[in-house]
């Protein structure tokens, strides 16, 4: 069941890319990360038990497993472990849906940068910070 966040308000995501352009979008989904490792994107503001959480679909691009790793997130900035019951590990070219476990429902914005590691949990890329915002 999807909470209320986004019944009354639209994200509005600023994705800060490596050549310092800004991409803005407004719709229900949101891709936040495409690259030749990843693509990502943005479901919504989720409750999962009880708990809330921040719903995304992952897309391994590559032939072999990856795992995805939240890292440096917070919500309404306060510092905030993104956590979830399992890894968000893949095998190539397959995908899957994970809630990470947020802490408490967005007022006002989420950060967080997306950590891609191989099978080994050897670095392949590091997003810059994805925030999303009201």
């Known amino acids: 069941m999807k909470s209320d966040f986004l019944d009354y308000v ?17 719709v229900d989904e949101y891709v936040i990360c495409d690259n030749e490792y990843l693509r990502a994107t943005f479901l919504g503001i989720g409750d999962s038990f009880g708990y809330v959480t921040l719903d995304v679909k992952l897309e391994n691009k590559t032939d072999g497993e990856i795992t995805v790793i939240p890292m440096d997130s917070s919500v309404d900035d306060v510092m905030v472990q993104f956590l979830s019951g399992l890894p968000a590990t893949m095998q190539g070219h397959k995908s899957m ?22 099978e080994n949990w050897s670095d392949l890329y590091k997003t810059e910070t994805i925030r999303l915002v009201r």
């Open 10 to 26: 639209i994200y509005k995501i600023i994705l800060s890319i490596p050549i310092r352009q800004e991409t803005e979008a407004e």
């Open 97 to 118: 849906n994970q809630a990470w476990l947020i802490g408490s429902e967005p007022q006002n914005n989420i950060e967080f940068k997306l950590w891609i590691v191989d």
